[in-house]
């Protein structure tokens, strides 16, 4: 089937939501709005008052559909914080880890990376010596003014050019022994872990690309330490892995190391409470979730 639906003007596109039901003050609200969010991103947010015919659910006003993508737009500032703070919890563990073993330079030699493929190794210093030569930073160029024999960072510094990708792709490198000892200064298995930190780097990635965090079923789940050993997470209330609120409880388990004295979780429960009316069963949010351990 080829595409042959036009470009419409921003006043065609206010005509075609008023003609499918969408309630507004006026054509120029609605206006306004699609000049400042373009149509098909505001269109994610009202997938769930869409009828089989495309016509709005009877009382849609556009109102209710820009509270859920302003409310979508602060939950993205709250986990990018989140997810910020445990990134440099976590590349500081590794990096303090790595060294101490092999040295200052040791993350150059694969044989210190045996998770790494060769051209997963490979790419990885080709990255972090591309973002050394971008650098402007005043730690890169009085490294190399001053130690002009060395042609890469220490990891120390070189850690502090690398993307979340970059340090996930560190961490996967590192001997099984050093993942698991990582792991367990955050009470888990190395298993779980890893799979934490792919989840938040795809969730870094949506966050920095503007994507809706809000309702989304995520591909790459965070896993749920087992009930057995962990059952915090279990009891009183089931988190799922699936929904926004897995990542939220990962990166508050998390933040009691990285951030112990951050009100992270009262600026979240302030969100939720200033959009009542936004249902957290689309994030997986359980009912009687404050009561969970983890967020006690």
């Given amino acids: 089937m080829k595409y042959t639906k036009s470009a419409l003007t921003f006043g065609d596109q206010a005509d075609q939501l008023l003609a499918r039901g969408l309630q507004a003050a006026s054509k120029a609200e609605i206006e306004e709005k699609l000049q400042a969010v373009s149509y098909y991103r505001l269109s994610a947010y009202w997938v769930p008052f869409r009828q089989p015919d495309d016509t709005f659910a009877p009382g849609t006003t556009l109102e209710i559909i820009w509270r859920r993508y302003t409310f979508d737009r602060q939950m993205r500032f709250l986990l990018l914080d989140a997810i910020e703070r445990a990134e440099v919890l976590i590349r500081t563990r590794i990096v303090n880890d790595h060294t101490l073993l092999h040295g200052a330079f040791g993350y150059l030699d694969r044989a210190n990376l045996p998770g790494l493929q060769v051209h997963e190794h490979r790419e990885m210093l080709d990255r972090i010596r591309e973002e050394a030569r971008r650098s402007r930073e005043t730690f890169v160029t009085h490294f190399f003014s001053k130690y002009t024999s060395e042609t890469d960072l220490p990891l120390w510094m070189a850690c502090e050019l690398m993307t979340f990708g970059s340090m996930f792709t560190l961490y996967r490198g590192l001997a099984k022994p050093l993942q698991q000892k990582l792991a367990a200064q955050f009470g888990v298995a190395d298993t779980v872990f890893e799979s934490w930190l792919r989840a938040l780097n795809q969730a870094r990635n949506l966050c920095a690309h503007h994507a809706r965090v809000w309702n989304r079923v995520f591909g790459l ?76």
């Fill in 221 to 296: 789940r965070p896993q749920i330490p087992r009930a057995n050993k962990h059952p915090q997470w279990h009891q009183p209330v089931a988190i799922r892995d699936d929904r926004l609120f897995g990542l939220l409880s990962v990166l508050r388990y998390l933040l009691r190391q990285a951030a112990p004295a951050s009100h992270w979780p009262q600026r979240l429960i302030a969100l939720l409470v200033a959009y009542h009316d936004i249902p957290t069963a689309d994030m997986g949010f359980p009912v009687g979730w404050e009561q969970s351990p983890i967020w006690l």
